[in-house]
């Protein structure tokens, strides 16, 4: 399986939006809605904002978001604060017990 | 404190092995599948293997396919890579993440592992 396609960085000053996308194929995220997304600054664990394409786990500010169309899926951060500047990765479940992430997009908050 | 912590990283020569621990806390890890994931330096996340609950069913990339053994030791809340015939693109930092609605909802801080003569 290949790696999903994200845009290597993205920005956006404070209170506005920024949208990431995960593109993939029809074996992963086309396939199935078991898109998940992670938070990711450095040296810390990462976090999952996002399973199953839309899905907040308790915890996760609404300010989070996602969404799927065909073989891409998004997410939305809505009134970025300077703690949204980090790493974030989308994951797919990619059939036959294996599993794909993307390489990761860097979020600044300008 | 829910937590999963790593251990087990350090810099191994090639075709040498290493092997990773685990440690989980604050939850029921045996009814959790387990899974370890890598990321390279400066590259994105790479998903390496999945154990089920009781560590009879395994699952790996084909990258480490016949080369890791993935295990787990409920009794201890410990899960385990075993790391064999390690080559230089092995290097990276080793996730260990609980699976949950085929995502991973809770992730150590990873440990180090380099290969390099």
């Known amino acids: 399986q290949s790696a999903l396609t994200q845009p290597p960085s993205a920005s956006g000053s404070p209170g506005q939006s920024v949208t990431i996308s995960c593109t993939g194929t029809?074996?992963?995220?086309?396939?199935?809605?078991?898109v998940s997304w992670y938070q990711h600054h450095p040296g810390k664990a990462p976090k999952l904002l996002i399973y199953?394409?839309?899905n907040r786990p308790s915890g996760v500010p609404d300010r989070f978001s996602g969404s799927k169309s065909g073989n891409t899926a998004s997410l939305t951060v809505s009134g970025l604060q300077a703690e949204d500047e980090a790493d974030y990765f989308c994951?797919?479940?990619?059939?036959?017990?294996?599993?794909?992430f993307g390489a990761g997009t860097k979020v600044t908050v300008l | 404190e829910v937590q999963l912590v790593e251990s087990g990283g350090g810099l191994v020569q090639p075709g040498g092995s290493l092997r990773l621990s685990c440690a989980a806390s604050?939850?029921?890890?045996?009814?959790?599948?387990m899974h370890w994931v890598r990321q390279a330096p400066g590259k994105g996340l790479v998903w390496v293997s999945r154990?089920?609950?009781?560590?009879?069913?395994?699952i790996y990339a084909d990258s480490v396919k016949g080369r890791f053994t993935i295990s787990r030791d409920n009794a201890r809340n410990t899960l385990y890579l075993q790391m064999n015939s390690l080559r230089v693109e092995d290097t990276a930092v080793y996730y260990c993440?609980?699976?949950?609605?085929?995502?991973?909802?809770?992730w150590g801080q990873g440990t180090l592992v380099t290969v390099s003569s």
């Open positions: 993440a609980r699976g949950n609605h085929e995502a991973f909802d809770l």
């Open positions: 604050g939850f029921t890890f045996s009814n959790y599948w």
């Open positions: 154990l089920n609950i009781d560590g009879s069913t395994t």
């Open positions: 029809s074996n992963d995220v086309g396939a199935y809605n078991y």
């Open positions: 199953e394409v839309t």
């Open positions: 994951g797919s479940y990619a059939g036959s017990n294996h599993y794909v």
